[in-house]
């Protein structure tokens, strides 16, 4: 049976019995992940996540040019679940609140490097509100553009485009802030320094 992070993380440090993942990230998605040591912080910190008081920025390459006035998409998210028992998430009326801020990073042929806060904390929310906005993501297999799937892995991406690189809280108890960065992984940071950038 293969480990997961949680699984992997506790073998590594057999000190530390109640260390547990404050949020998940996708398999496929690089970069910032808070853990709790105790279950008091962890609580804390659900609570700090509800409430939208955890700042979390991704990184991601995503189809097109992205218009620079489309800065919020507000899209409420559903799960469904497909008969291979694969979990989708889709846009719909019926779905929680969800809420995405895009800024332009940089501009390339073809593609567009933007930079995603997340107002809310969805399954899978950059991916679908960049896909139902006519942007998808590069690499993404599920939610994804196949040709520009093919035309990104012929350009060296094999994984999905999608980096959280950075999260920003108070820490509870001592009230300091912490500010978490994570640079773009060699193999992401590649493909981007081998795209034409558009003026």
Request: hydrophobic content about 40%.
């Amino acid at each position: 049976m293969p480990y997961g992070i949680i699984e992997a993380l506790r073998a590594a440090r057999p000190d530390l019995p109640d260390l547990e993942l404050v949020h998940r990230i996708d398999r496929e998605t690089s970069g910032c992940l808070l853990l709790a040591k105790n279950r008091s912080t962890l609580l804390a910190l659900h609570d700090m996540l509800r409430s939208g008081a955890i700042e979390k920025r991704y990184l991601a390459l995503v189809k097109g040019q992205w218009p620079v006035k489309l800065r919020r998409v507000d899209v409420a998210l559903q799960k469904n679940l497909l008969q291979s028992g694969e979990r989708m998430v889709a846009g719909g009326e019926e779905g929680k609140d969800s809420i995405t801020e895009f800024s332009l990073r940089t501009l390339y042929k073809g593609a567009s490097l933007m930079e995603a806060r997340l107002l809310t904390g969805r399954t899978h929310q950059v991916r679908v509100h960049a896909q139902h906005v006519g942007h998808p993501l590069a690499g993404d297999p599920k939610y994804g553009d196949a040709d520009f799937n093919k035309y990104m892995k012929k350009r060296g991406l094999k994984r999905l485009f999608l980096h959280a690189q950075s999260l920003r809280l108070q820490l509870p108890g001592s009230g300091r802030m912490l500010n978490l960065r994570a640079p773009l992984p060699p193999e992401l940071q590649q493909v981007v320094d081998g795209m034409e950038a558009v003026s």
